[in-house]
């Protein structure tokens, strides 16, 4: 199957390599088989849409935590991926709290809408 560049078959490669993040620890980490994953990057089918959407929310998140590190130190800190059972829990706990927030935020717009 060709795939365009703009393709998330074509960037995931890129987006790993920018996090220092093996295939395997990315799969770990987004709860995806390697040999999915795998099968995909060497075109012998194509992503699903809740492959593709599990993939995008994960990448944004190891994102968001590489540059909170970064912005911390002041530095390029790099994070050791491979710890996958302390980042799994810690990307977990940040995505409750962010689930919360927002669902505070709803609740907090409502309650200005009723005054």
């Known amino acids: ?3 365009g560049s703009l393709s998330l078959e074509s960037r995931l490669p890129g987006r790993l390599a920018a996090l220092n993040v093996s295939l395997r620890t990315f799969c770990a980490l987004s709860d995806l088989k390697l040999s999915t994953l795998s099968g995909i990057l060497n075109g012998k089918r194509d992503f699903t849409i809740s492959e593709s959407e599990r993939i995008e929310t994960v ?3 190891m994102s968001d ?14 994070i ?13 706990v940040r995505r409750t ?3 919360w927030t927002e669902l505070d935020r709803s609740a907090n717009s409502v309650v200005e809408e009723r005054v």
């Open 65 to 78: 935590l590489q540059n909170t590190v970064n912005d911390l130190n002041k530095m390029l800190l790099p």
């Open 97 to 99: 709290v962010k689930m």
């Open 80 to 92: 050791a991926w491979d710890r996958t059972n302390e980042l799994g829990t810690l990307l977990t």
């Open 1 to 3: 199957m060709a795939r």
């Open 59 to 61: 990448l944004a998140e």
